[in-house]
């Protein structure tokens, strides 16, 4: 597994370094002499030991480096690491440790959505984040949470199912806490979809 | 159990990002390997200048081909790639030196510093250009041309009368599309202390990666220790052996171990990508639309090195005439040489791309004909019995007719065409050998261990997100009724069981585990029906319990295990045998060939050119299904994969999978459960034949919407927009 | 050895790094500007977070204007009382690009953004708003679309060296807005933003997509303005839609480098501007 084993061999003038704190996962976690152009995704895997979120294109097109940012799904490969200040992350090591994690990675096993599994704790991070903000969320909510996971192995369905099954287990714990929030409207414009 | 729908052992470490990737791999010391990439199509190396690399802080090592023994080439069937380039260049992308440092950003910074001068040459990016422009490699430029000659033109019929000939003719273009697998290629080294190598890759063929990384490294196999590691998804191939090569080299260079992993751009540049596919096609039929011929000239551009592409032109020339009976075929294959990116396995090889061709020919023939184009093809429909125009009698099942049916029977869309769009409906099918081909002669093997009623699994085959651990569980499940069997994969420790896909698994390992299981019952089982004067025939194994036939014997499953420490089995599954196609691509060169039919509905937005698929349905030749929630998984990533190609993936667009809102759930119409003979519990592999006819459907209904041609994919707005 | 992250925590602050060290790029979603560091297109050598830079995410209105922080998000724009302040640039929100996108990529990062800027610009330039752009000398307000959308990169027009985008203020309008995005092939859109409004005769359109920079169709505008009855503000005739579509689609001229690919563009720049018509008037 990745670990803070080996410095920075870089230095000099050719590479601007900076030390910072992040915020992760509850702790705060000191960055020493990293490139100031990393990305949250290069730092927490490779200098943080958190493989979970994972790198499959630097370009915020394939959503498996997705983690949360003051409890929104973000990409973390589109974040400049070192500018975050004390914005919190979490990622999918410590989301494991809820049991509402538990119900959307039931739910994802179950609806056939974990096949490679590779962009799997990216999803499973947009979920939480999705019923943490809208307990019910309708079909359109679901799929714009989910238009930054393409799924190569399953398709987008399963996925989908995913979020109704976990949602209708969920419910009965929660107050409901929709009122809160829009209702995005699916998109109008542009013609026929 | 086998036809019930079983939780992936995997799941949960991958539901909680546990499970490792090769990206995910780390070991003390690690040092990061970046490649140094032509940005030339084309060209000759005139100098490789290291020097500023070593310059750079942190950089440990580069190489390039000149510390490689000379010639290290490899390849799936024909070596001739150049693990790194030397002296030519021969697509843009091409590695030619490897650098490994500290730090992902060091190596970057290295790679960036390595000097190579380039004399540029003309690439030929056009295959057909292959033929008479000058070889780009001491091979030549034809990688493989089958010339296809099967039947007798029919020109009279029996009373003597001519035929009267109804002839339709078209051009058909398919991109190549890019693999886009999750996780990119990635290869982990590990020095070992005798000299040799231990190589972490995800590779879905570790044997012959093995042998070809031992050759190119001039170490005996025995030296170079693969470990398959989790694999992000594979759509057909996956890491590319040179990529393996170069970081074991590193490691052997610098005594640490180095790791790569491409970014997506390499990725997109490195090739395994489809075969772009260029064909020609004459159809004729008489007034009955009764087929009389098929001709066709096809060209895939194979890219710069052979790769896969003569295994792809043999799987192609089966189905170049489409899932129906020719009384005679004239079509010619050829993979050719190109400066593009060397092309690879991606489900569905060759198929997707003559079903695209061969089921516009059929609407075509349908229009000319004034004949319901579903009604054309159940009339020439093969059925078992029947001939491949390879000349290959169909003994299996053949339910193209019955697929058909199905998709056509099934209820329309419920919701009306949305305000402003047209309605179109197509339909397809198609059809894809299974297995390896041509006298591929393969096999599988497996052991399964019983302890104390723990069953373990080892297999050769590789799980690379398709699946086949879960069967696995099934089959132990259903032949020993232990449902948590534990999987493990014994990478080049057992013989090979050949890459996924192509229903290779379905068959094979699962031929294997299931043989092991059924020794180790008949071993255990002996006894326990011996005590009640029984055989092990009468007695089922089912949800816990042994039960004899007529009921009278009734107990818990432990009773088999408890007089018995530990049994191993070993069990073995061999593919029906083939021969190679003759030069007139003639032969029984397939194992099994299994069908699908689809019918796709879109609403488009005539001014704008903007698709909407509102519905796929298909039907499945399974054979048998195994589990139906692994099944629905496989159909719906073929349907998903077939829409990307036909709507939104192509070199231009660079990387679109389509998203949740560009793909209906599919819906099945038919599951056609004809069992297979001698494949194990009947059963065929999914996914290929599931992807063939999805982009030739989805044309065929945008074609039914617009009444435009569109002879190629994939259908940009601008191609089909209506004025 | 200079400081390569800065973090101010007021704009003041925020303007005085950039002009001390004009090379540092202001960082706040992220989104336009990572792919292209990680793809090693830009090493930056210094760089100023304005995550602590609450006065960026700050919204209001007076005087019959909205004042919009540079630093609200897609997301943020796209809730319900901002869409009711600036309807199309809400509806701009809500089609771009993946959720993870909508919720760091900000206003101010998405005027800047490289490429040709279809989402954010072609409404600011339809509703005629000004962009604050603030250095330590003060601020300067800069009109979208005033600016020459053909030549070059649109940033470099709008912003100057050592400056920072801290908001836009948008006209608030009792008219209709509406916004249309129309894929083009290859991962490629074109938008147009149409307003109509307060008065009659007061009609606004713009494209993006098609050029470096906003487009504004200002003769379309005017004859458009002329159909209008003066006392209902409703069109003259059924057919005025489509000319109208064919007016501005003549005065955009959307560039390509195939010819085929040049007449798709401006066929569907004349569809998009039709239906916006169609949709603000009935019809």
């Known amino acids: 597994m990745s670990g803070p084993g080996f410095g920075d061999a870089l230095g000099g003038d050719a590479t601007p370094t900076t030390s910072y704190v992040l915020r992760v996962n509850g702790e705060a976690r000191l960055i020493e002499n990293a490139w100031i152009g990393e990305n949250l995704l290069y730092v927490l895997r490779e200098r943080l030991g958190l493989p979970g979120a994972k790198d499959g294109c630097g370009q915020g097109v394939c959503g498996t480096c997705t983690v949360q940012l003051d409890g929104v799904a973000v990409a973390a490969c589109l974040i400049a690491a070192a500018t975050l200040g004390d914005r919190e992350i979490r990622t999918i090591e410590d989301l494991d440790n809820d049991p509402e994690t538990a119900d959307v990675q039931r739910a994802l096993i179950e609806a056939g959505a974990v096949q490679c599994g590779f962009c799997v704790p990216g999803v499973v991070t947009s979920v939480c984040a999705l019923l943490a903000r809208v307990a019910e969320p309708s079909e359109v909510e679901i799929r714009r949470a989910l238009d930054g996971h393409p799924c190569r192995c399953a398709g987008p369905h399963p996925m989908v199912d995913a979020v109704r099954i976990a949602a209708r287990r969920r419910v009965p714990r929660q107050t409901h806490s929709t009122m809160m929030f829009n209702v995005i409207a699916p998109p109008t414009s542009g013609g026929a979809e | ?723 | 050895m200079d400081a390569t992250i800065l973090m101010p925590l007021s704009l003041d602050e925020a303007v005085d790094a950039l002009a001390r060290d004009p090379r540092a790029l202001p960082v706040a979603g992220g989104t336009d500007l990572m792919p292209r560091v990680n793809a090693e297109l830009v090493r930056p050598s210094a760089l100023v977070g304005l995550a602590k830079v609450a006065d960026l995410r700050r919204w209001g209105y007076e005087d019959g204007f909205a004042m919009l922080g540079a630093g609200l998000t897609w997301a943020r724009l796209a809730d319900a009382d901002l869409a009711a302040l600036v309807p199309a640039l809400a509806a701009a929100a809500n089609e771009v690009g993946t959720a993870q996108v909508r919720a760091m990529g900000t206003l101010g990062g998405n005027i800047l953004a490289s490429g040709r800027p279809a989402d954010s610009l072609p409404v600011l330039a339809a509703l005629e708003a000004t962009v604050s752009c603030r250095s330590p000398g003060g601020v300067r307000e800069v009109a979208p679309h005033l600016l020459e959308p053909r030549s070059g990169p649109i940033a470099e027009q709008l912003l100057r060296p050592g400056e920072l985008i801290t908001g836009v203020r948008v006209p608030l309008l009792r008219g209709v807005q509406e916004f249309v995005k129309a894929p083009v092939g290859a991962g490629r859109y074109l938008t147009l933003a149409l307003v109509a409004g307060p008065v009659v005769g007061d009609v606004r359109c713009a494209v993006g997509g098609a050029h470096p920079g906003p487009v504004r169709a200002f003769e379309a505008e005017r004859w458009l303005a002329g159909r209008m009855d003066a006392r209902s503000g409703r069109l003259s005739d059924a057919r005025d839609a489509a000319d109208f579509g064919r007016l501005v689609a003549d005065e955009v001229r959307p560039e390509a480098e195939q010819r085929a690919a040049r007449a798709h563009l401006r066929h569907v720049v004349a569809v998009c501007a039709r239906r916006a018509v169609q949709r603000a008037f009935g019809g």
């Open chain 2, 1 to 723: 159990m086998i036809g019930e729908s079983t939780p992936r052992p995997d799941g949960d470490a991958k539901a909680r990002g546990r499970f490792s990737y090769t990206g995910d791999l780390w070991a003390p010391g690690l040092l990061w390997c970046v490649l140094v990439r032509s940005p030339h199509r084309h060209a000759r190396i005139l100098g490789v200048d290291a020097g500023a690399a070593y310059a750079v802080p942190g950089v440990r090592g580069v190489v390039t081909a000149a510390d490689l023994p000379a010639g290290a080439c490899h390849g799936a069937i024909v070596a001739d790639r150049p693990v790194l380039a030397d002296g030519v260049v021969r697509f843009a992308g091409e590695a030619v030196a490897a650098v490994a440092a500290e730090t992902l950003q060091a190596a970057r910074a290295g790679a960036a510093a390595v000097l190579v001068s380039y004399q540029p040459l003309e690439p030929a990016v056009d295959p057909e250009h292959a033929f008479a422009g000058p070889p780009l490699h001491p091979d030549g430029n034809v990688l493989r041309h089958i010339a296809l000659r099967h039947g007798r033109p029919v020109r009279v019929r029996r009373d003597g009368t001519p035929v009267e000939e109804v002839v339709v003719e078209g051009l058909y273009e398919v991109p190549a599309q890019y693999q886009a697998n999750p996780a990119t290629d990635a290869a982990l080294a590990l020095p070992s202390p005798d000299g040799g190598v231990e190589l972490h890759v995800a590779t879905p063929y570790p044997h012959a990666d093995r042998d070809q990384v031992a050759e190119c490294l001039g170490l005996p196999a025995g030296m170079v220790r693969l470990m398959p590691t989790g694999a992000g998804g594979s759509g057909g191939s996956r890491e590319d052996v040179g990529l393996t090569t170069v970081v074991g080299l590193l490691a052997l260079r610098t005594g640490r171990p180095v790791k790569a992993v491409l970014d997506r751009d390499e990725s997109l540049r490195a090739g395994g990508h489809r075969h772009a596919a260029r064909m020609k096609y004459t159809h004729r039929a008489d007034r009955d639309g009764r087929l009389l011929a098929v001709e066709a000239q096809i060209i895939l551009d194979g890219g710069a090195y052979a790769g896969v592409s003569p295994e792809v032109i043999g799987r192609l020339i089966g189905c170049a005439a489409g899932p129906y009976m020719v009384p005679y075929a004239a079509v010619d294959a050829w993979a050719v040489r190109t400066n593009n990116a060397p092309a690879g396995a991606m489900r569905g090889p060759g198929a997707v791309q003559v079903c695209f061709a061969h089921e516009a020919q059929m609407d075509k023939l349908a229009d000319a004909l004034g004949m319901d184009p579903v009604e054309l093809r159940l009339r020439n429909a093969l059925s078992t019995g029947t001939m491949l125009t390879t000349g290959q009698v169909l003994d299996g099942p053949v339910p193209v007719g019955a697929a058909l049916r199905a998709v056509a029977e099934a209820a329309p869309p419920a919701a009306p065409p949305a305000p402003g769009t047209l309605r179109g409906t197509g339909y397809a099918v198609g059809l894809m050998p299974l297995l390896g081909i041509e006298g591929a002669d393969e096999s599988s093997t497996a052991t399964v261990r019983l302890d104390g009623g723990v069953v373990t699994v080892t297999c050769a085959a590789v799980e690379v997100g398709q699946g086949f651990v879960t069967l696995v569980r099934q089959i132990v499940d259903e032949v020993l009724g232990v449902p948590d069997a534990i999987v493990l994969q014994a990478g080049t420790a057992l013989p090979t069981a050949g890459a996924p896909g192509v229903g290779r698994h379905t068959w094979l390992t699962a031929g294997a585990v299931e043989q092991a299981a059924r020794e180790i019952r008949e071993r255990l089982l002996a006894p326990v029906a011996a005590r009640y004067g029984m055989t092990a025939r009468l007695l089922d194994v089912r949800d816990g319990r042994i039960r004899s036939y007529d009921g009278l014997i009734d107990l818990p499953v432990d009773v088999m295990y408890e007089d018995t420490a530990t049994v191993t089995t070993a069990g073995a599954c061999r593919a029906p045998s083939t021969e190679p196609l003759d030069d007139a691509g003639q032969g029984n060169a397939y194992p099994a060939v299994a069908f699908s039919a689809c019918r796709v509905v879109v609403d488009l937005d005539p001014e704008l050119g903007t698709i909407r698929v509102v519905d796929v349905t298909g039907a499945y030749d399974a054979g048998r299904v195994l589990d139906p929630a692994q099944a629905r998984v496989r159909v719906e990533s073929s349907v998903a994969m077939g829409v990307g190609l036909a709507l939104t993936e192509d070199a231009e667009s660079v990387w679109a999978p389509p998203g949740p809102w560009d793909v209906p759930q599919v819906r099945v119409a038919a599951w056609i459960e004809e069992p297979q003979p001698g494949a194990p519990f009947g059963a065929k592999g999914l996914g290929d034949a599931a992807i063939v006819p999805v982009p030739a459907a989805l044309a065929a209904a945008v074609r039914n919407a617009t009444g435009l041609e569109l002879p190629r994919l994939p259908m940009r707005p601008r191609d089909v927009v209506v004025d």
